[in-house]
Structure formats: C-alpha cells, structure tokens
C-alpha cells in the first residue's frame, strides 16, 4: 500500500484548525490511528505537568469505498472519541503519566515552549503500516521577545521588531500568578498581529509569593510600559485576563478604566479572599495604594452549602467589582 497523509491546515500556529486526510488504504477496513503530542504545552493541565510528557488518542475508522478515512467526514468507531469530529483526536488526547516538574523561580529561566510534535500513526492490529510527524508553532518566525522587569510585575514582551503603531495586549493568567499560561496566550496573539506583554504577578522571584495582598499598580505599570514603547499604538490597549486574572483585571479596570478593551475568560464579579498556600489568607486579594480591597470572606460551611444544594455562595455586596 502506498499510503499518504495530508496535514490539512491554514497555517502551522497551534491556534489554527486543522485536519487530517488518510489516503491510499484498503477499502472498507478498519484501522486505528493514534495520535501522539511531544513537548506539547497546555494552558489547562495542571502547572507542575511536565511538559516533554507524552500524551496520546487513539480512534478507530473504517475506510471508505475509496480507501480513504477523511476526519473532518469519517466517524470513528471507538477509542478517545467517536462520531465525527475533525479535531477529535487533538482534542481529546491525555497525557500518558503525570511525572511532575520542578517549576523554575525566576523569569529568565521559563523556557519559552514555542512549539511542539504531532505524530500520527495508521495501525492494522500490533502493525505500524504509515507514520507522520507534523509541527505546530505557538509563535511565529518573525516574533522576537524581551524579559521586562517591573517593580510590581515580571513580563515578557512579545512583538514584531518591523512593527509600527502596533494595537498591544497585556495578558494575565490564573490563579497560579506566574507567566507560563499568559505567555502561550500571547505568543500566538502576537502571531496575529499584536504586541503582546504576558505579565506574571506572583509566584516568581522578586514578586510576591502568594496570591494575597497582589497591588494592582503591576498593571497600571504594565500599562505605563506599554504606552511608551516606540512600536506600540497607545491608543490601543487590550487587557487579557484568566479566571483569577480576570478578576485582577476587572479590580483593576473598575478604578482606572483607562484601556480601549477588555477580554475576561472565566471572570468574577466579586472579589475573593486571597490564597496562601493551600490556605485562605484572611486577607484581600488585591491592594491598591497599599490599601486592601473589599473582599468576600471564605466560608467553609458556605461552600459545603453550596455544594451540598447545588446553590451558588451568597455574594457579599461590599465585594461586589463595580463594572
């Protein structure tokens, strides 16, 4: 069998769909694919993951009357989905193990993690019968980045060096406060287009080491850095943020209001008490002029109500984020 497979895809940035188009096999047979991610990065698995861990999916196809399996058309059968889903492999892939990592303390040490592997195989049985290896970017070529070093913050800028009047973003992540997830957001929004300044906030040498107490001066800081960067469009400012980001951002923006966009994944509408550890702090998350913001206290016998009733936490309206 001489057996092809096409790597269908607009560009090779990981934000790009794509599908995979088998040709050359026996009709009307069953084969099944599997699908294996090396140094592959994801925002959604947990930060102590090591990231040059395997994770694989597996799904398997009959042929059609032509030889070929057509994910964006074949059902699969079995395996880590079924049904028809283009990108049904990608998507449901897991990792293999959960060896964990030991995180690095300071910015310059983070790796930037700009690509990683897809590698399909096509199995008969225990039988290899055609294998592929593709790449997919988190960054374009012509993206270089700097490290920034703020009072209050830690960044790293990601930018075009022939951009000119640039819109830029600035992107903060979760609750983990550090720059490995607002990073991969913004290496590939600075492959579309933007400046982009991934900000951590805590968690790393020189910043705060718990999320308790976080000024928000480090994004009016991230801010102030990007209005006087030479290739930036100041009148063109965006602000990413990510679940306990989001809040950050919403705290932030309720008092400055001072930035043309906000994009808010998984955001709150009030403030929450801080995190030390594994413990709440007993303190605001967030200070300004190193006053504490109004917070809403955590209460373990609300939460196990919640829970429990499947009702949401009454919200303290002192806490309340005015948007």
């Known amino acids: 069998m001489n057996i092809?497979?096409?790597?269908?895809s607009e560009s090779e940035l990981a934000d790009e769909s794509f599908s995979i188009v088998i040709d050359g096999l026996k009709p009307r047979?069953?084969?099944?694919?599997?699908?294996y991610l090396t140094d592959y990065y994801c925002i959604n698995a947990p930060m102590f993951l090591a990231h040059d861990g395997l994770w694989?999916?597996?799904a398997t196809f009959v042929s059609d009357k032509n030889g070929i399996i057509d994910m964006s058309q074949?059902?699969?059968?079995?395996?880590s989905y079924e049904g028809i889903s283009t990108m049904g492999l990608f998507f449901n892939a897991k990792p293999l193990t959960n060896k964990r990592k030991k995180l690095p303390n300071s910015l310059s040490e983070i790796p930037l993690l700009d690509y990683f592997f897809v590698d399909i195989k096509i199995m008969q049985g225990n039988t290899v019968i055609a294998e592929r290896t593709f790449t997919r970017h988190c960054m374009s070529s012509q993206i270089?980045?700097?490290d920034i070093y703020g009072e209050h913050f830690h960044g790293r800028l990601f930018y075009d060096k022939k951009a000119i009047k640039t819109p830029a973003l600035i992107i903060v992540s979760g609750s983990e406060g550090r720059i490995e997830k607002a990073q991969n957001i913004a290496q590939l929004l600075s492959?579309?287009?933007y400046i982009c300044l991934a900000v951590a906030y805590f968690g790393l040498e020189g910043l705060p080491k718990h999320l308790e107490r976080i000024p928000l001066e480090c994004l009016v800081e991230a801010k102030n850095y990007l209005r006087q960067h030479p290739q930036v469009d100041s009148e063109k400012i965006g602000i990413y943020g990510r679940s306990k980001g989001a809040e950050l951002v919403l705290a932030e923006e309720s008092l400055f209001n001072d930035v043309q966009c906000l994009v808010l994944n998984s955001p709150s509408d009030v403030i929450y008490e801080g995190i030390k550890g594994k413990w709440n702090s007993?303190?605001?998350s967030w200070t300004h002029l190193q006053k504490e913001l109004p917070y809403q206290k955590f209460r373990l016998r609300d939460y196990l109500f919640s829970k429990l009733f499947r009702k949401p936490i009454p919200k303290d309206c002192s806490a309340r984020i005015d948007i």
């Open 4 to 8: 092809q497979m096409e790597f269908i």
């Open 29 to 35: 047979e069953t084969y099944r694919v599997e699908m």
């Open 56 to 58: 694989k999916s597996t």
């Open 74 to 79: 074949t059902p699969s059968c079995s395996g």
């Open 144 to 146: 270089s980045h700097k």
């Open 191 to 193: 492959s579309r287009g």
């Open 282 to 284: 007993h303190t605001s």
